[in-house]
């Protein structure tokens, strides 16, 4: 049982990853840039995505 307790976990970690992922992707678009608050670093979409 403990394994099926881990593996739904993992499923909804997944689950949860990309739907962030996505919403990322959407406000900022393939290419776009975040910049950093208080440091006014620009960084690229999936650098904000590891971030």
Do not use: C, W
Not at 14 to 22: K, L
Not at 30 to 50: K, M, N, R
Request: glycine letters at 14%; proline letters at 2%.
């Amino acid at each position: 049982i403990a394994f099926s307790v881990y593996y739904s976990m993992m499923n909804v970690g997944f689950a949860i990853a990309g739907y962030v992922v996505d919403k990322v992707r959407g406000g900022l678009g393939e290419y776009g840039h975040f910049t950093v608050p208080y440091l006014g670093i620009q960084i690229s979409t999936y650098q904000t995505i590891i971030l």
